[in-house]
């Protein structure tokens, strides 16, 4: 069975700032992978995919994660943070071939100061 | 935009009732899905619903659990005699064929167990 890895429970940056959110997966071939994020009183709005082709994938607000095989890892960046950022997210695995039903890490609560 | 929407927002509940949290999928999916998160931990998945009938569930889902659709737009999740360790958010998610599984979440159902 597949699993993920968020080794960060908090981040905290500037806005302004640059970020990258770690996410380690553990599977066998190569997974579905997902960036999920919840904003305070929301629910989990998918900010980006991976599923095949290109490694580097653009998500929505200025997001992109890149997806290294070498390294078991989907980490998510932004150049540059803005307030609105301040959310927690999560990274997500699917298995290929079944139900892929996504698999989640804890989450890493994002901080922003101004 | 299309919107999953989960019902109550929040329940507080004695030890020992019965709970039912409801969810209004997106009106043209067919597959539906209740993950929770107790706080601090993953969000973990309980069951998946497809053509009136459980699909896949985890073993958090025991016999004190179940789904039903029980009108064609409602999906419910029902914790029968409730512990206190069912103290948890509750997200309710839907998902069609068409879009690689990608998963549409609530807003979730915050539950306290007294």
């Known amino acids: 069975a597949q699993s993920v890895t968020q080794p960060d429970i908090h981040i905290t940056v500037s806005e302004g700032a640059s970020l990258e959110l770690r996410c380690n997966y553990s599977?066998?071939?190569?997974?579905?992978l997902f960036w999920y994020v919840q904003s305070p009183g929301q629910g989990l709005q998918l900010l980006l995919k991976y599923f095949s082709g290109d490694t580097l994938v653009q998500g929505i607000k200025g997001f992109e994660a890149e997806f290294k095989r070498s390294q078991s890892s989907f980490n998510l960046r932004k150049p540059s943070v803005h307030w609105s950022d301040a959310a927690e997210y999560f990274c997500?695995?699917?298995?290929?071939?079944?139900?892929?039903?996504?698999?989640f890490g804890r989450g890493t609560s994002l901080i922003v100061h101004p | 935009e299309p919107e999953v929407t989960q019902t109550p927002s929040h329940q507080v509940t004695q030890m020992g009732q019965e709970v039912i949290l409801r969810c209004v999928p997106i009106s043209n999916h067919l597959y539906f899905y209740w993950y929770r998160q107790i706080l601090g931990q993953k969000v973990e998945f309980l069951v998946s619903f497809y053509n009136n009938e459980i699909s896949e569930k985890s073993e958090i889902f025991d016999d004190q659990f179940s789904v039903e659709r029980p009108d064609g737009s409602n999906f419910t999740l029902k914790i029968r005699s409730t512990k206190l360790e069912d103290s948890a958010m509750y997200f309710c998610?839907?998902?069609?064929?068409?879009?690689?599984?990608?998963?549409?979440f609530g807003e979730g159902s915050r539950l306290t167990v007294l």
């Open positions: 998610a839907s998902s069609d064929r068409t879009s690689n599984r990608e998963l549409f």
């Open positions: 599977y066998g071939a190569t997974p579905y």
């Open positions: 997500a695995v699917g298995a290929r071939g079944g139900s892929y039903i996504p698999t």
